[in-house]
């Protein structure tokens, strides 16, 4: 018998965890790896954990993030969502577990998601950078993209025009002052 061996696993499975956390989240998924890598320099930004952390199990993301499991509309968003930031802050959330199907494309022969990824990444890197402006962030995404397909990266088939729509549309939003109150 060795006293306390369940001690030391645990301990094991804490340096385990440590040393995770601390690996480059570039890393770990090839297809985000290349949609930073792909990013122009002047929307670069750290690859590290601080500044990009990708989510395998939403669930366990939740415990960890008590506020946002408290409030059902924003958890439920970002459930669903492919990449989000809580605040306007770093760091980018990538929400791989229920996108794992666009991870395994790329991985099989489809390289230009990746161009899409970093669209994607250029947009939340808007909000991450204190701009809450979702006209902003569709802005920034719209432009990287329109970019990549006039450099042939991404297929001519991408449909831009709905991009561009959305960001229209929450351009209208946001410029829309409420209306005043009736006048007595
Ligand atoms: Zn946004």
Redesign the pocket.
């Known amino acids: 018998m060795i006293p306390n061996r369940s001690c030391i696993l645990l301990m094991t499975a804490l340096a385990c965890h440590a040393w995770a956390a601390g690996a480059p989240a570039c890393g770990e998924a090839p297809l985000i790896r290349a949609a930073w890598k792909v990013l122009p320099a002047e929307l670069r930004f750290p690859c590290d954990p601080a500044h990009l952390v990708i989510i395998r199990d939403y669930e366990q993301f939740l415990k960890a993030h008590p506020d946002l499991a408290a409030n059902a509309v924003l958890r439920e968003r970002a459930r669903h969502a492919f990449a989000f930031t809580i605040t306007p802050a770093w760091p980018i959330y990538v929400n791989l577990g229920p996108h794992q199907a666009i991870a395994d494309a790329f991985n099989r022969s489809q390289p230009w998601i990746a161009f899409a990824i970093a669209g994607v990444l250029a ?2 890197r ?2 991450a950078t204190g701009n809450l402006s ?1 006209a902003a ?2 802005l920034a995404e719209f432009q990287l993209d329109q970019l990549f397909q006039s450099q042939r990266n991404l297929p001519p088939a991408f449909d831009l025009h709905e991009l561009e729509q959305q960001y229209r549309s929450a351009l209208a939003q946001e410029t829309t002052r409420p209306a005043e109150p009736p006048k007595p």
Do not use: A, K
């Open positions: 947009h939340e808007v909000h979702e962030g569709l």
